[in-house]
């Protein structure tokens, strides 16, 4: 009867604490709710030229340009950008403090030892060891007293705090990652406009060159006939002006030359020698918008990835702040060698073990609990706001640069009819200069125009380069989330 009680009592005292965990644990009040998140597929987006559309931009969407020259200058500006090597050591970071929370929710084990030299006190608890008296088994005052051995402890994860805390390490890994895939992106992007304004402006410059020559085939021309006496006079103030405006175009070209050289040297992490480019023909225009922005753009687009993955994280730590109103149960054990004199502490009489098993219970935190449950909760919609507001950013990022290509296709196209019809208004006064008709200045004059709209289609076509990279980068630049890579 004596052991049925004894029993009953051990029972009640193991149960207790589960019926205090049922009833009478910190509650959660008014607990905000969790922010929609926007479905792309349900955008009201505007309507994209049809003509627009062709396919979304590969990896390595650079390569589609045939261009060793810009392919070295990329490859050699993602492996050195100063930039990238900031993103990529956070990703490092993540990944360690993954590390740290599996690691957390571990079993622990430790050895430790450590030897102490004490004066007993004859006024204290332990008075008796105070005195000398080695029949009684005392030899105080004075004693050394050591301690090995092993110890250990394992946290419960009953209610998922700790896998909870795991996943939000993760999803936070997963958007510094996918951080890395936007930086790439964006010097990758960058090294490609300014090799392509380089370009333009190096295509720009030479027009630019061949016109100052005409000009001056005039104002020659028309030194030799006033010196011949062909004309009565010369007054060549005109010429002076045109050549005037001419060299003024070139120095501002020259200066912007330079200053995307820089830039272009800076984006390489200043680590070459200086970048000398060969001059190549512009990239045709085209048109490159694919045909869809449904989900595939939330899966292309760094940006939005990385978005998603801290709203996962966010969760989450949402649900790790709703466990830690839940007890949390230790278990730890010790198997150790304690003794008040070295010469005992090796003996097997000086072993000792045990196992502990530990409850801890909220019952009342001042608030601190739902003030940190409201913080996170506050912290994941503020995620699902930035992520909700990154996502029409990017439609409308797509849809405008979509549109400015377009614009500047046709505007190419005019100008391409231009040039045509110029060139063949040159052609024809080269064709009366070789049957003696025309002489050279009147040629010369001919291919002025000529030239100005050649100018002026350089220029375009530039911008439209421009634009289509600026479209690329807005629908990804070829990167694929993780969960979509096959």
């Not at 702040?321 to 150790?336: E, T, V």
């Not at 009489?349 to 506050?378: C, E, H, K, W």
């Not at 009147?442 to 220029?459: H, S």
């Amino acid at each position: 009867m004596h052991g049925f009680y004894n029993n009953k009592i051990i029972s009640v005292f193991i149960l207790l604490p589960l019926f205090l965990s049922a009833g009478g644990c910190a509650r959660v009040h008014d607990e905000k709710t969790a922010l929609p998140v926007t479905d792309i597929a349900k955008l009201r987006t505007p309507e994209i030229p049809a003509s627009a559309m062709h396919e979304w931009p590969g990896s390595d969407w650079w390569r589609d340009y045939h261009n060793p020259q810009l392919n070295a200058l990329v490859e050699q500006a993602l492996k050195d950008s100063p930039s990238i090597a900031v993103v990529q050591q956070r990703v490092e970071l993540a990944k360690a403090r993954i590390k740290m929370q599996e690691a957390s929710g571990g079993p622990q084990l430790d050895f430790g030892a450590d030897v102490e030299r004490q004066k007993m006190s004859a006024e204290g608890v332990m008075g008796p060891f105070a005195l000398d008296d080695p029949a009684a088994g005392t030899t105080g005052p004075w004693y050394t007293s050591g301690t090995y051995g092993l110890q250990s402890s394992y946290e419960l994860d009953l209610w998922g705090k700790n896998r909870a805390v795991i996943q939000s390490a993760l999803g936070a890994s997963q958007a510094k990652q996918a951080e890395l895939a936007e930086a790439r992106l964006m010097v990758s992007s960058a090294v490609v406009e300014l090799f392509w304004d380089i370009q333009t402006y190096m295509a720009l410059h030479q027009t630019l060159l061949d016109l100052r020559e005409q000009e001056a085939i005039i104002a020659k021309t028309d030194q030799q006939l006033y010196a011949q006496g062909v004309r009565s006079s010369v007054d060549d103030t005109s010429t002076k002006i045109r050549m005037a405006k001419i060299d003024e175009k070139i120095d501002v070209s020259k200066g912007r030359l330079q200053l995307l050289q820089t830039s272009l040297q800076a984006m390489l992490g200043l680590k070459s020698p200086a970048v000398h480019l060969k001059p190549v023909a512009l990239p045709p225009v085209r048109e490159s918008l694919p045909p869809r922005l449904g989900y595939e753009l939330l899966a292309r687009r760094p940006d939005l990835q990385a978005a998603h993955w801290v709203i996962e994280s966010s969760l989450s730590a949402v649900d790790a702040a709703h466990a830690a109103f839940y007890p949390s149960i230790n278990l730890m054990g010790f198997l150790q060698y304690d003794a008040l004199h070295m010469s005992d502490l090796f003996r097997s009489s000086a072993q000792q073990m045990g196992v502990i098993a530990g409850l801890t219970l909220p019952v009342f935190d001042s608030g601190r609990l739902n003030a940190n449950l409201d913080i996170v909760r506050t912290s994941s919609n503020l995620s699902i706001a930035s992520y909700n507001k990154a996502v029409v950013d990017a439609v409308t990022d797509v849809v405008k640069s979509a549109s400015q290509v377009q614009t500047l296709s046709i505007e190419n196209a005019h100008q391409q009819a231009v040039v045509k019809g110029s060139q063949h208004l040159w052609e024809l006064t080269r064709q009366r200069f070789a049957v003696g008709i025309l002489s050279g200045a009147d040629v010369a004059k001919a291919k002025l125009p000529l030239l100005q709209e050649q100018a002026t289609k350089i220029q375009l076509q530039g911008q439209w380069i421009s634009a289509d990279i600026r479209l690329t980068r807005a629908l990804g630049g070829g990167y694929r989330s993780a969960e979509k890579q096959g």
